[in-house]
């Protein structure tokens, strides 16, 4: 998807900004998802090499230890991140207008499959930390950020757009919570056309002065 222009939060048939950065650390799992652009027909994690680039470009490696990522470790990153995306949706829709895997468990089995070790600081903190370096520990520290998200009450505004062929992860500052796809000018010409559809029904009064 190109992102080219912003626009407010929200309007009135809950598209929003799909550019808008989520907050902190949350913006790496945005745009973790958003290495694959439906829209284009691009991927940004196809090798290990492109994996690793990405991972340093984005601080998720600990001090560049664990070496370039494996052939399985970008598997598993393509993985984490369709589930991620899988559970994002769930975020504007309910799970079970969703066709195709349930999103919890896909989730729920790559978790279970990445090392995650306590670690106490000098001061006598507690913290769950990655028990792995390179590739698997980053896609560990990435899980972490949205067990962070979970508790400060951010996860649930981060979504992907409704639109089937759309699918970007964007952060949803709406107030009401509301944000269900990409503004208009920005998505999929098929969300465009359906979500217009849609509009039409249902605010036959604006439609015609609103840009497309
Ligand atoms: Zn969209």
Known sequence: MMVTQAVDVIDASGHVDPSSPAPGQLEKIRRFVNTLDL??????????????????????????????????????????REAFRAVLITHVQPAQDEPGV????????????LPIQLAISDDGQVRAEPAADGATGSLTRLLLIAADAATTGTWTRLKVCGADDCRWAFYDRSPTKTGCWCTMSICGSRAKSRSYRRRAKRRPDRVSSEPA
């Open 39 to 80: 829209e284009a027909g691009s991927d940004a994690l196809t090798t290990p090499a492109a994996l690793t680039a990405w991972l340093a470009a984005h601080d998720l490696l600990s001090n560049g230890a664990g070496g370039t990522a494996s052939a399985a470790e970008v598997a598993q990153a393509v993985a984490l």
């Open 102 to 113: 349930p999103p919890v468990p896909a989730l729920r089995e790559l978790a279970a499959g």
